[in-house]
């Protein structure tokens, strides 16, 4: 079939968007990283108001700042927000923990097994920016298996804004950690316990944000033409 232009624009935008949330989420691209629309706009074989489109879609995730900027930037949420966001996503997870009890079938505890095994395996191979992506994926699993796509959409920017102050802010630690207590909180949904999963996800939140830790190191400005590259051909993958 051939491709029409809106499509192909379409997919430019989606592959841009994957590519650079990617990045910004492992960190590879740091907070305060400049995001010129021509470096982006040559590397993708897009235009400036697509660029504007993919920008405009990692703001709302709340993971690029481009208000008053000439130039939009990785965003760089303070300590203050950081706690914001963990608190209106503990209320959001337990929506979502309430959700998915009431649905609860075979096939939702599949989809969630195999997901911790791709954790264990990323832990094994000792890949932490891998094991730190699955980690918040999860999360985004557990909203996308929830049925309610507002829960879903809201879920998704706290997540991804969740996993950028994760990346700014988070002292080192095992990921076994998190892979352990998400097969917790598998076992507590298929029990359809709602308090007891609900305490266990807050309990996962609260471990989560305690591990943030203020660095004081100052960024080093990256090569965003080579972390573009290499982001962009594991998203073609």
Not at 139 to 166: D, M, P, Q
């Amino acid at each position: 079939m051939v491709q029409t232009p809106m499509s192909s624009n379409s997919d430019r935008v989606e592959i841009a968007h994957r590519t650079l949330r990617q990045a910004i989420i492992e960190q590879a691209l740091k907070a305060g990283t400049k995001l010129p629309e021509d470096e982006i706009g040559r590397h993708f074989s897009m235009s400036r108001t697509l660029v504007r489109a993919v920008l405009a879609k990692l703001q709302a995730q709340g993971l690029v700042d481009t208000y008053h900027k000439r130039t939009a930037t990785v965003a760089q949420p303070s300590l203050e927000e950081a706690h914001d966001a963990f608190a209106v996503r503990r209320a959001l997870e337990r929506e979502v923990i309430k959700s998915i009890i009431k649905r609860w079938n075979p096939s939702i505890e599949k989809g969630l097994q195999e997901h911790v095994k791709e954790e264990e395996a990323a832990h094994a191979k000792g890949d932490v920016r891998l094991s730190t992506r699955l980690a918040g994926e999860f999360h985004l699993k557990l909203a996308e298996l929830s049925g309610n796509t507002l829960l879903e959409r809201y879920l998704s920017e706290l997540v991804s804004r969740c996993s950028l102050i994760l990346a700014m802010y988070s002292r080192p630690h095992s990921s076994e950690c998190a892979i352990s207590e998400h097969s917790a909180l598998i076992a507590a949904l298929r029990s359809g316990d709602v308090a007891v999963a609900e305490q266990l996800m807050d309990e996962h939140l609260s471990s989560v944000e305690s591990r943030a830790l203020f660095d004081e190191e100052a960024p080093v400005e990256p090569d965003l033409g080579s972390i573009l590259s290499r982001y962009a051909d594991r998203a073609h993958g």
